[in-house]
């Protein structure tokens, strides 16, 4: 999910950030751009759309369009040399230069032509809106005073660290498209069991979302710790669940997540957002009590 890459580039790019020496509002300010640009590859999904009206008018069948959203969906936009280049076109892009944003349009509409012609009309439209939401990113970042340096950095960050996220849960992006050349050839597999697989992969999205968070308290100035509220025991009872679910698996997940989600809203603060920090109590404590019952669950699966 594009929310897991999104955190993974905001801890990277923030705690970088801080670690250079910048102040902790300006490493959030960093990280949150490096989030945006991490996300942006997941624009692909308005495929759905566009496959929909180019499919009407050239009278695709049903298996037409399917066939063709699996080439665009974690496709060209998921690609390390096209985001490797347009990493380039957002530094130039967030220049105040007319040639420099001149020569970023040109990235632009060359990414955009070559994805057409090599991949159809579908992609190529996906390919632009990829491209016109990299350099509204960039434009973002440029509001807040990020140099253009910066920018093309934390663009690389996002853009470049995206497609490795998918390669638990989904079938391997095309890492060096146009090339016809593949890195990985298959999903990796982390048990040969598909629900040990599942909550192995699960384990590694919390463990992302764990290191977002941190990094955001770390650098507000709090401590996880005090954060965290009793209530995230509640979580220890998702175990029963073995019993009377289905085991879960990645093409069969949604009863496992939206459960155990639904558990962290019963297991967070009541009073969210009343005073001070309190919204941030109900993100820890929540996020405790899905990992608890994520934990729980686990191990009463091992154990039948």
Do not use: C, K
């Not at 970023?104 to 190529?124: C, E, F, K, N, R």
């Not at 009863?255 to 993100?283: C, I, K, Q, Y």
């Amino acid at each position: 999910m594009f929310v897991g890459h999104a955190l993974f580039a905001f801890a990277l790019g923030g705690l970088a950030a801080w670690w250079l020496g910048l102040s902790r509002e300006r490493a959030v300010q960093l990280g949150v751009i490096a989030g945006l640009f991490a996300a942006v590859p997941d624009v692909d999904i308005v495929y759905a759309p566009f496959g929909l009206l180019v499919g009407a008018a050239e009278n695709l069948t049903a298996d037409g369009f399917w066939e063709t959203a699996n080439v665009v969906h974690r496709g060209p936009t998921h690609s390390l040399l096209l985001g490797a280049a347009l990493a380039a076109a957002a530094g130039l892009w967030a220049t105040e230069s007319r040639p420099a944003r001149i020569a970023s349009l040109a990235i632009g509409v060359a990414a955009t032509v070559l994805t057409g012609v090599l991949s159809g009309p579908i992609a190529g439209l996906v390919m632009l809106v990829f491209v016109l939401a990299v350099l509204g990113v960039a434009t973002v970042a440029q509001s807040r005073d990020i140099s253009p340096r910066t920018v093309a950095g934390l663009a690389l960050l996002g853009l470049l660290t995206h497609p490795f996220g998918d390669l638990f849960t989904g079938g391997p992006p095309p890492f060096f498209y146009p090339f016809d050349v593949s890195l990985v050839a298959e999903r990796v597999i982390l048990h040969p069991d598909p629900t040990t697989h599942l909550l192995a992969a699960f384990a590694i999205e919390l463990a992302t979302v764990w290191l977002a968070v941190w990094t955001y308290v770390h650098l507000r100035g709090y401590t996880l710790t005090e954060l965290v509220r009793p209530r995230a025991a509640l979580g220890i009872g998702y175990g029963a669940a073995v019993l009377f679910l289905p085991a879960p698996t990645l093409e069969r997940s949604a009863h496992f997540v939206f459960s155990v989600l639904a558990l962290g809203v019963v297991g967070a603060p009541t009073r969210p957002f009343s005073d001070g920090v309190d919204w941030l109590e109900t993100v820890v404590t929540g996020l405790a009590a899905v990992t608890i019952a994520a934990l729980a669950y686990a191990m009463a699966y091992g154990a039948i």
